[in-house]
Each structure stands twice: as C-alpha cells, then as structure tokens.
C-alpha cells in the first residue's frame, strides 16, 4: 500500500498547471450512453475513478480507449445495462450510469453505490425523479432495478440540492418525450458543463448554473467531444498548498470563478491572490503566524465547497488565532481531525462545528487517510509540519488528484512516494 513520505519546511515556488477535473469528466462519460458511435474527452486525468468508470462502461460492451489525456467512448456495442457490485462499491458517481441506461435503453441494473465513508449520501432524489419521469423502479438485494418505456416529461422539485441527482436527472430529461422543468438544482460548473454537453448533443437546455433547469428532450443524441474544464478542488488544494507554506505558485489551466469562495478566503486570511484569465498566482506572506485565522462555512456551490473543508482546516491549524469550521453538507466529514491532533493541532468538535486554534507549529507524526479530500488535508499539514512524516492509505488522494505529489515537487516540496516500509527511518519506526 502507497505512503507519502514528507519533509516539511520547504516554502513552494513556480507554475503548476492544474488536471481536468475528475467531477466532470465521470459524468461526461457517463453522458456517452446516451448517444450511439464515439464520444471523445480531453483533458482526462488520469486518476482511479475515471478508470473504474472505464471499466464499467467496457463491461456493458462499450470500447473505452486512452491516449495521453483523451479518452474516446464507443458506445454502438452496449449491450449489457448492469452496474455491477465489484465495480460500483469503488466509486459512488458509478451511480450515473442510471439516468442514461433507463432513458436510452429502457432498462437498468444498478448496484448501490460506494466510495468514501464522510455520510450517508443516499440516492432517493435520483430515484425520485426518474419515477417522477415514469421510470418503474424498485430495490432488492443491492441493486436498482429500472424498466420504461420512452420517459415523458415532468415537473420536479429536488428535496435538496444534490449534484449527480441533478446530472442524473438531466440525462434522462435530454431524451425524454416533451419538455421536464427541474427545480432546485445543483448549480455547480460540473453540472454546467454537463448541460451544454447535453445541447451539443441536440437537447434543449435552459437555465444551467441557476436552481431552475427546462430541459427539452429529443429521440435520438449524436455523440459530443469535449474538453474537460480544469478542476476547481484541485485548484483549491494548490491555492491552499501556497497558502500555508508562504509560498508564491502561479496556477495554469485554473478558473478563478469556480474558486471564488476559496480566493475570498484565502484574502481574508492575508494572502494576496492575482487572478488572470486562465490563471490564478498566489503569494502568501512567508514567516510563523503571519496568517489571520477566518471562520467558514461550507456550503452548495457558489459557497465554500465541502470538498475544501479538510484543506482549509489544515491551513487555519498554523493560522494566528482562533477560526471556526462550520460543515453544513456532510455529517461525517471530520475523520481528519483526529490525525491533525496528532501532528500538534489544537481542534475541538462540537456537533457539525470545528473550533481551530492556531499553533505556533505543527510537528510531524504518521498519519492515515481516512477519505479522498481528508488525505489531502493532512498531506497540506504535512508541507509545513517540522520534520518528517508519513501518510498512510494515500489511494484515497488517488481516486482525486492527478499526481499531486509530483506537482508539489516541482513547487519545491520535498515529498516521496513509496510502498510498504519506508527504507530509512520514519516517523514511527522503534
């Protein structure tokens, strides 16, 4: 099993461009069932999930083929509509292969999803609105079984705001029959993008980006090639990387308006950040303490995103004074804190609240990951913690970030991957 081995102290410096985002490629490739013949991506990283969901398409007969950063989709052989178990359990967006198999072919096998353990995540809003479509759905032994005819559409109202929910719902309405009006949508750039996606592909899309989606079906989509926009939580995670060494990083292939709730924070704590079109540079204030603490909230897209939560977090453990953490979206999302305590860190927890006073300095301790953006987090605190330490089950980072410990080194981090024992000594060797 994978460790990263790092020494902290090092200040980071110079350009790293930013991978596509993972977020809105899997449900692009998804979004490939829809049509019949070849759907090409660029800008894939190379990370895990887009894998698995490789995989999951090749077993329903599609031919998944790779070529640097693009990925091309041929879906004229699908012929098998289950998700399977052993493929699903890995990945929780595996969960959007539903939409498209149930609109396109009228039937669908799909196993309950996984993936990271930071809340119950429940799927009855995805399920909700393909019924409300006039999908028949019903659920045994782990698995969705759904059968229709050509959907029709409807008017629906999400409970909650939920991302693949809405990106599901928006790939069964691109081929329903008449027209379907979504309200309280996800409003996130993965499902903007998405949407025009699905209008290149010959849907009728209004209203992407806001809580109310019209979307007006047709028969039959044609392939799409795309681009993948550059991700905004890897943005986030680099911003912050800067950010707590007191580093000064110039980000390539970066949106600033996808990280918008990031940059003001990060304003806020002191740390100067230039936007440009297609890149974001961020010079913190180098020396012990020299950043404010600030409290956040995390909140559904435009707010400060969940998924930056345990980075953040990492950042305000070195910051002067005393920041309050607030988690709105997941009730399981504070894993990370246990091993931050461990590196020095003086957090307590009340109910979905993290109250974080600053310390003068972090020191190192072997650590484990509990999840994809937790094993950012720690990996963040290492940067700045005195001496070295280790970062155990980094597969979860994996999953999410396209070889982040190499971006880091080329930024100056002194960080190494290795397998098994670390051959000298490591924190925690006797």
């Keep these: 099993m994978d460790k990263f081995l790092i020494r902290g102290g090092a200040r980071l410096k110079g350009t790293v461009r930013v991978s596509g985002a993972k977020n809105s490629a899997l449900p692009l490739m998804a979004c490939s069932l829809l049509s ?46 289950e998700a399977p ?84 719902a928006l790939m069964a309405a691109a081929c329903a029959e008449g027209t379907t009006v979504l309200a309280n949508c996800a409003q996130e750039p993965e499902v903007v993008e998405l949407a025009e996606v699905l209008a290149s592909m010959g849907a009728g899309i209004e209203g992407a980006g806001t809580e109310r989606i019209v979307v007006t079906g047709t028969k039959s989509l044609k392939p799409f090639a795309r681009t993948v926009m550059p991700d905004r939580i890897e943005t986030g995670t680099l911003l912050i990387a800067a950010a707590i060494t007191g580093g000064d990083v110039m980000l390539e292939n970066a949106i600033a308006a996808h990280s918008s709730a990031v940059v003001a924070k990060l304003a806020a704590t002191g740390v100067q950040v230039e936007n440009g079109e297609s890149t974001i540079r961020v010079r913190a204030p180098d020396g012990p303490r020299s950043l404010r603490a600030a409290d956040v909230e995390t909140q559904p897209y435009p707010g400060f995103a969940t998924d930056m939560q345990a980075q953040y977090m990492a950042l305000m453990t070195v910051a002067s004074g005393t920041s309050v953490i607030s988690e709105n979206v997941f009730e399981n999302r504070f894993m990370h804190v246990q091993e931050l305590v461990r590196m020095g860190a ?78 000298g000594k490591a924190p925690g060797d006797a």
């Design 36 to 81: 019949d013949g070849q759907s090409v991506l660029k800008g894939v990283p190379q990370l895990a999930d887009i894998h698995t969901m490789g995989r999951l398409l090749e077993n329903m007969g599609a031919r998944v083929t790779r070529s640097g950063g693009a990925v091309t989709v041929d879906t004229s052989g699908v012929r098998n509509f």
């Design 85 to 168: 178990y052993d493929l699903v359990k890995t990945m929780r967006a595996s969960v959007l292969v539903l939409g498209p198999l149930v609109a396109r072919f009228g039937k669908a096998k799909v196993s309950l999803p996984g993936g990271c353990a930071i809340g119950a995540r429940p799927i009855d809003q995805h399920l909700k609105v393909l019924e409300a479509l006039g999908a028949t759905l019903r659920v045994e032994h782990g698995y969705v079984y759904a059968e229709a005819g050509r959907l029709k559409g409807c008017r629906f109202t999400f409970d909650i705001q939920t991302v693949t929910g809405t990106e599901n």
């Design 346 to 423: 003086d957090i307590r927890i009340k109910g979905n609240v993290a109250i974080v006073q600053g310390v003068p300095r972090l020191t190192s301790a072997p650590v484990m990951a509990t999840d994809l953006r937790a094993s950012a987090g720690l990996v963040l605190a290492a940067l700045v913690a005195d001496g070295e330490s280790v970062v155990d089950r980094i597969y979860h980072l994996d999953r999410g970030y396209e070889g982040l410990e190499k971006k880091l080194a080329t930024l100056g981090a002194m960080i190494e991957r290795f397998a098994g024992r670390w051959p």
